[in-house]
């Protein structure tokens, strides 16, 4: 679904933004357990960070 917008690179950054959020509400709710909410945000930053180095070698 994701693939046929035109974010021109940013849809990493989107869905790893979006999932740092679905965890935060998660903890502020109580819908999930604090260690679980930090694994998934241990994960988005990990994947900005795998973006970042993909539009770096992309863009030289």
């Known amino acids: ?4 917008l035109p974010l021109n690179g ?3 950054y989107i869905v790893a ?3 740092v959020i679905y965890a935060v509400c998660g903890i ?3 819908d999930m357990p604090t260690q679980e909410a930090l694994v998934m ?4 930053l990990g994947l900005t960070t795998i973006g970042h ?4 070698i992309s863009s030289n």
């Open 53 to 56: 180095k993909i539009d770096k």
């Open 10 to 12: 940013k849809k990493t």
């Open 28 to 30: 502020l709710l109580g």
């Open 41 to 44: 945000i241990g994960g988005a």
């Open 1 to 4: 679904m994701l693939d046929k």
């Open 17 to 19: 933004t979006v999932t």
